[in-house]
Nanobody, 119 residues
Framework: QVQLVESGGDLVQPGGSLRLSCAASGFSLDDYAIGWFRQAPGKEREGVGCSSSSDGTTYYGDSVKGRFTISRDNAKNTVYLQMNSLKPEDAAVYYC????????????WGPGTQVTVSS
């Protein structure tokens, strides 16, 4: 069965860094686009970025450009979200999701991992 599990969420200070992992099972991750999303309490889900399966192109939301980076480790069937220069407004539950492309619907989602940014 298709499964995605996020990990790596933690409490960090503003300006700190975290690397989130999205571990896939039941399918080969590199056959699919993987998107990262986040949702803070009382807020709508926000797109963070997406990694295309076709050519490895990555896309990022305006609020995280220059600070966040998506990468893939095919051997581990895992996608990473490296988050640098974290801001309090980055605090949210972060989710990864699988889809056929970054522009299409990302149908399968992980349960999320909590990122807290506070001094």
């Amino acid at each position: 069965q298709v499964q995605l599990v996020e990990s790596g969420g933690d409490l960090v200070q503003p300006g700190g860094s975290l690397r989130l992992s999205c571990a896939a099972s039941g399918f080969s991750l590199d056959d699919y686009a993987i998107g990262w999303f986040r949702q803070a309490p009382g807020k709508e889900r926000e797109g963070v970025g997406c990694s295309s399966s076709s050519d490895g192109t990555t896309y990022y939301g305006d609020s995280v450009k220059g600070r966040f980076t998506i990468s893939r480790d095919n051997a581990k069937n895992t996608v990473y979200l490296q988050m640098n220069s974290l801001k309090p407004e980055d605090a949210a539950v972060y989710y990864c999701a699988r889809g056929s492309s970054c522009v299409g619907t990302l149908k399968y989602w992980g349960p999320g991992t909590q990122v807290t940014v506070s001094s």
